[in-house]
């Protein structure tokens, strides 16, 4: 096995071996018995004995679809903190960093204060102005930030902030001035899985799929721009059409994530991280590596968040943090990487 | 340029509508019992048609006012599911937990339960009962009531749901009876003292329209917080300093505020109901939750505000 | 297309409303080596990244032989010339391998796929700048010389008729200044580059340059050989300093010397 392969290896087994006990865990306990008879029988196409059926739906229909969100949600958001923090070159880098979670927000919380007719496109008005709105969020922070020519790094950082303090501070209006949609709104801010299913899975697939595919095509674009804007043009990197696909890829495969799963922090800060903590910091590895760990990461946290206080759910963003950061500081100090960054 | 940007983007945010969450059909699940029994359909509280056929033997319930609804009405037995809140009466707690802290409802064990209906309240998204529907569960979605003929009308209908229409009409009746009798003692009173209900200590208090400021009026008081524009309304002090009310009433007593917390507040103590200690903790649950307590929420507001009028 | 020189006609380039180069004019042969010099802000380095394409020209031209260099686009023209800037914040985590490859870009498809004449490439280029013994180690790890060495490589690996270096001995001890800029005029008559270093040692210049050209405040004072430009007027006017100049007692080259 050539070294060069290990950490793709790892990762992958990782990520399975974490679809598994997602597939396995959840709030209603399936002994290791019958799973491996529903199993059995999806493989070869048998029916199942009449005591297994619901247990068989429980994985097909609510584990199944949910983890694939979740891996989907996971990937989006390792692989975008990753292009954020090599475009930025800034380790505090996450994909909210230019306004897509607080646009997100702002417009989910806009939708909810609206009585939308319980109808295929009333219940899609929460996710599509969450989407709008992160995207619009992007471009109006793009557009804030140019000088001339160019988009300097510090004003979109600096133009971000603006615009998401702004946009946060509004949706905390809305939410306490809102009748009785409180609850709601802080649900969908803090993070989850709550409207899993296939079709959810489809309407974010094809966004992430560009986005992502775009980003893991510049992986060594991203490494010239660990120079500097100007030490990549003049080895050849046409620098601002660069950083514009790839602000726009990231922001594009993070809003479409956020739009149904609500805001989840902490993977795309950290999961980058430790992969450049375990891998190294070239990007054409990190990107493929991040995207699989920040799936892997993702799905662990759901598996945590549904089933440490069962019945309870907690929202996923908060395991997350509470989860990752020690994770995250365990790895740091264990690390031999110095200068890793 | 911004012209451009947003013709992409419409058209973007389109697509990702295109292949989004389709409508689930209500299926028709058969009830299973011995006779026969025809198809009727109900009106839910998002206008859609639900159809059952006979009563629902497995219900789940997914708010603490439908709980105390069932088992008032006495189809308690055939609640084989319930939110986490569903604390009332005692032995709804015997009944399987599903969920339901942060919005949050435990789909696995809802569908392990094999219910054959499923009632969302007021405070479940539409997303939620979307997501049930796409299990394949009946979702019957029971919209707050505003004013007690409407959580009649709810309780009516969760008699015909579940068979217990006779217990769903005696319900109603001993409420109405209850509430006429509240009336009649009050008949003769002659000032509506200002009443201040607090829901939480920050302080927010329950603004026009909501059942608490119905109740309040009913009990012969005046909402303090019926001026202001919307249902859960933060106040100031420099307000309640203003309207000084005559009472106040503590719906967060179950979160630890007391007469004594409230008297220690920094300004308050300048408040003639501060000043003569009428400062009275209430189980929130009997205004808040729109069920059969209601009425009992009602009399106890009467009894506190005009105590004359029990004697 | 065979590049013979770089020619920079009539450059102006302003930064905001503040012009920071006026009207240069300057041509660089193929197997010369011109010093640019001048006292600190007097533009040599955003002359540096003007020729490189980095910056906005207000009016002007930059030719490679004929076509102009600003209407190439930036793979074409990193294939033409190379900048070995400044060894200040370079990513720490690429080795020094890593970090020469890079130089290999203007050849490489977009996904930065590299083969074994690419891999050969950068071991010489390595080798060249004297930075192969350290060539695994991370670039964070390396002193402020050996940085500089690893820039060097790179722009060699890039296998440009023109090479352009901004300062390139600042944090050079002694000994690895004289090597370096010996290594560079080695390049520049025996691999036939046309080269141009932003430096601040005048005696250094006047040592290896075969032309040099003086820069105060955004404008061409002079260029041309050694001798005619570093004369004691404009060297005192320049850096508002007397100066003497000698010669040097051991070498064909004027030795400046600060004071009366």
């Not at chain 3, 060894?87 to 080795?95: C, I, K, R, S, Y």
């Given at each position: 096995m050539s070294k060069r392969f290990l950490p793709y290896v790892i990762n992958l087994g990782l990520l399975v071996a974490a679809v598994i006990l997602s597939l396995a865990i959840g709030s209603v306990f399936i002994a290791p018995a019958d799973l491996w008879e529903i199993l059995r029988n999806w493989l070869t196409h048998r029916p199942l004995p009449a005591g297994l059926e619901t247990y068989s739906f429980i994985i097909s229909d609510i584990r199944l679809p949910r983890t694939v969100l979740v891996l989907l949600t996971g990937a989006a958001l390792g692989g975008s903190g990753t292009a954020y923090q090599g475009l930025f070159r800034n380790p505090l880098a996450d994909p909210y960093l230019i306004g897509v979670a607080s646009g997100a927000g702002l417009g989910a919380v806009l939708a909810m204060s609206i009585r939308w007719p319980y109808s295929f496109w009333g219940l899609l008005a929460v996710p599509m102005s969450a989407f709008a709105a992160a995207m619009l969020t992007v471009l109006l922070v793009y557009i804030m930030a140019r000088v001339g020519q160019t988009v300097p790094t510090t004003n979109l950082i600096l133009s971000g902030v603006a615009f998401s303090a702004f946009a946060t501070a509004l949706t905390s209006y809305l939410i306490i001035s809102s009748q009785g949609e409180v609850r709601r709104a802080l649900g969908w801010l803090m993070g989850g899985a709550s409207q899993s299913s296939w079709q959810t899975v489809l309407a974010i697939l094809p966004y992430l799929v560009i986005g992502l595919g775009v980003l893991l095509m510049n992986g060594h674009a991203l490494n010239l721009l660990q120079f500097g804007d100007d030490q990549a043009q003049q080895l050849g990197l046409p620098v601002m059409r660069t950083k514009t696909v790839l602000l726009l890829a990231a922001s594009l495969a993070t809003a479409a994530a956020v739009s149904f799963s609500g805001i989840i922090g902490f993977i795309g800060l950290i999961v980058p991280h430790v992969m450049r903590l375990w891998w190294g910091a070239d990007y054409r590895r990190l990107l493929p590596l991040s995207i699989m760990a920040g799936g892997g990461f993702l799905i662990l946290a759901d598996i945590l968040a549904r089933s440490v206080m069962r019945p309870q759910e907690l929202p996923v963003g908060i395991v997350t943090a509470l989860a990752g950061a020690p994770f995250f500081l365990w790895v740091l100090r264990k690390s031999k990487n110095q200068g890793y960054w | 340029m911004f012209r451009k940007a947003i013709i992409t983007l419409a058209s973007l945010t389109l697509i990702l509508a295109a292949c989004a969450p389709k409508l689930p059909a209500a299926t028709e699940i058969t009830s299973g019992t011995e006779t026969p029994a025809t198809p009727v359909t109900y009106t839910d509280g998002l206008g859609r048609s639900i159809e059952m056929t006979g009563s629902a033997q497995r219900v789940v319930s997914l708010t603490p006012a439908t709980t105390e609804i069932l088992f008032a009405i006495g189809a308690g037995s055939q609640v084989v599911g319930r939110d986490t809140f569903s604390d009332y009466p005692a032995e709804a707690s015997t009944v399987t937990d599903i969920g339901g802290s942060m919005g949050k409802y435990n789909t696995e064990a809802i569908v392990n339960l094999k219910p054959d209906l499923v009632v969302a309240g007021g405070i479940n998204p539409p997303e939620l009962v979307a997501s049930l529907e796409t299990l394949g569960l009946k979702v019957f979605f029971l919209s707050n009531p505003t004013t007690m003929d409407e959580l009649y009308a709810r309780i009516r209908i969760m008699g015909n749901l579940t068979g217990a229409d006779s217990g769903a009409e005696k319900v109603v009746t001993s409420m109405d009876a209850k509430a006429k009798e509240v009336d009649a003692k009050l008949s003769g009173i002659t000032d509506k003292p200002v009443v201040y209900y607090e829901l939480d200590a920050t302080p927010f208090t329950a603004g026009p329209g909501t059942f608490v400021d119905q109740l309040i009026s009913r009990a012969g008081g005046t909402n303090f917080g019926a001026k202001m524009d919307s249902a859960w309304a933060q106040i100031s002090l420099e307000q309640l300093l203003v309207a000084d009310p005559a009472f106040i009433v503590l719906g967060d007593s179950a979160y630890g505020e007391t007469a004594s917390t409230v008297s220690a507040r920094p300004g308050w103590d300048v408040l003639t109901a501060v000043k003569e200690q009428k400062i009275f903790p209430f189980d929130d649950n009997l205004v808040s939750r729109p069920g059969p307590r209601l009425v009992d929420g009602l009399e106890a507001l009467a009894r506190l505000i005009h105590p004359e009028a029990y004697k | 297309m065979e590049i013979r020189a770089l020619k920079i006609e009539a450059l102006t380039v302003f930064y905001g409303k503040r012009c920071a180069l006026q009207d240069i004019s300057l041509e660089i042969q193929r197997g010369q080596v011109m010093a640019l010099i001048g006292p600190n802000g007097a533009g040599k380095s955003t002359l540096i990244r003007a020729a490189s394409g980095v910056l906005p020209i207000q009016s002007g031209k930059i030719r490679t032989n004929g076509d102009e260099f600003t209407s190439l686009a930036p793979m074409q023209r990193a294939r033409c010339l190379a900048v070995v800037p400044q060894?200040?914040?370079?990513?720490?985590?690429?080795?020094a391998w890593e970090t020469v490859l890079m130089g290999r870009t203007p050849y490489l498809n977009f996904l930065g796929q590299t083969s074994d004449a690419d891999e050969a490439i950068v071991r010489h280029a390595l080798n060249r700048a004297d930075a192969l013994d350290f060539a695994d180690r991370r670039v964070g790890e390396l002193s402020g010389g050996e940085q500089q060495r690893v820039l060097l490589a790179r722009a060699l690996a890039q296998a440009t008729p023109i090479l352009l270096l901004d300062e390139p001995t600042a944090h050079l001890d002694m000994q690895y200044q004289v090597a370096l800029m010996h290594t560079i005029c080695q390049l520049a008559h025996e691999d036939h580059l046309a080269v141009m270093i932003a430096m601040h040692d005048l005696n250094l210049a006047a040592r290896y340059a075969d032309s040099v050209a003086l820069l105060v405040q955004g404008r061409l004072e002079a260029v041309g050989n050694p001798n005619e430009v570093l004369t004691p007027e404009r060297i005192s006017s320049a850096y508002h300093l007397p100066v003497q100049v000698v010669q040097h007692p051991f070498q064909k080259a004027p030795l400046i010397l600060p004071g009366e």
């Open positions: - | - | 060894a200040v914040a370079l990513p720490p985590a690429f080795t």
